[in-house]
């Protein structure tokens, strides 16, 4: 690439990403760390994202996890790790291996996100850490016959503590380990840290940083966007997905179903996942939430800005009739759009009109979100407006798609079809391509 280009593709992806830059200051965001990543000879670059967001303002708390730091500390002295239901039995022995690995852990992240040598990601960065008592925990007892020990439960996250901290600009470091109002130290699910700080801090985000994508099992496919009852009935299938992923797909569902507003599984060994994921429009990652992330909805004055938006660069090339604000405004309640996180990527309209026919006009996508059906949704929605209208003919003007519009059961007529209002309307210098489909079973042409 051409040093011009290079600059040009920079400028475009910077400009970009501001509508994110402004979105997300301010906000608060807990991200999950799992205890390989931790590990892994590539961690101090992750790090260094998580300063750049703190550095734009957004509010993060971390949990890291300690895993496979605990596995290696019980193997180096001899013992096996026990599980039982899924969660790790801590007695006396592992408990000593967990406050070992999350002592060292937290002081290398806090090594690492102080570091400030010029020339580096972290120049001038000056961040601070806090840590400490977060997280209120309770023991699990015994379950199935089985006695966990220090095994322990979330039973309260100190907001107010974590609050002060986030509103002094300080970066929150939680590990999985709880305390209890007697002074018990348990050993507590990394996960479940995440989830419960993000509904009791009431989070924007939750972040978690998963060792592979969440795809299907059955053929491999990424899950770009999911509703939490999507999720659920995924869940509910034990062979659609990886069981790492499962884990945390729960989790992410548990916490937007208390509130948070959006849970992101990353993989980590995507280099800048988080930034791919937080600065782009379509991100790299799987969302989910409670309602759809992209929604075909009826379009509201203030969607004027957004629709003129995405239609004026196609009046600029011929292939719409400009229009301008103020006939969207007059004609606002005869528009349909596509709404992705905020920006509207697709519209259409149906003007009816009298002798039972409407016209299907401004008929838009994206060009980045082209080639995935979204035309033909908008297509099928604005007919079956029109059926509910007790319209019982469409129509459509074109210069340059005539043959999409006869791909889907349009066919060719003449200004004389038109309705007289419309055929008094039409202009013969465009020349545009009349094209009529008849709908529930009715003749295209009289």
Known sequence: MAPGDSNAAFVQWFRGSSPYIHAHR???????????????????????DLALLNSLGIRLVLVHGIRPQIDHRLAARGFNARYHLGLRVTDREALECVKEAAGVVRVEIEALLSMGLANSPMAGARI??????????????????????????????????????????????????????????FNLRSEEVATAAAVALKADKLLLLTEQDCVSRGNGQLFRQLTTVEA??????????????????????????????????????????????????????????????????????????GILDLIVPLEQRGVLVPRTRERLEMDIDDYLIIERDGTIIGCAALHPFPEGMGELACLAVHTDYRGDGRGERLLRSVEDRASAQGIHRLFVLTTQTAHWFRERGFEPATVADLPTARRASYNSRRNSKILIKALNGGKATP
């Open 128 to 185: 601070r850490i806090a840590s400490g008592n977060f997280v209120i925990a309770k023991p699990v007892g015994v379950r199935d016959g089985v006695d966990f020990q220090h095994t322990g439960d979330v039973r309260r996250i100190d907001t107010e503590g974590i609050r002060a901290g986030l509103d002094r600009g300080d970066v929150i470091l939680l590990s999985a380990v709880g305390y209890s109002p007697t002074g018990e130290i």
């Open 232 to 305: 659920q009935a995924l869940l509910r299938d034990e062979t659609a997905l990886a069981a790492d992923v499962a884990l945390h797909l729960k989790a992410a569902v548990e916490a937007c179903e208390a509130g948070v507003v959006r849970a992101h599984l990353l993989n980590r060994h995507v280099k800048g996942a988080i930034l791919l994921e937080l600065f782009t429009r379509d991100g790299i990652g799987t969302l989910i939430s409670r309602t759809p992330f992209e929604a075909l909805r009826l379009a509201e004055v203030q969607d004027v800005p």
């Open 26 to 48: 301010g906000k608060t965001f807990v991200v999950y760390l799992g205890g390989e990543a931790v590990a892994d000879p590539l961690f101090p670059s992750l790090l260094h």
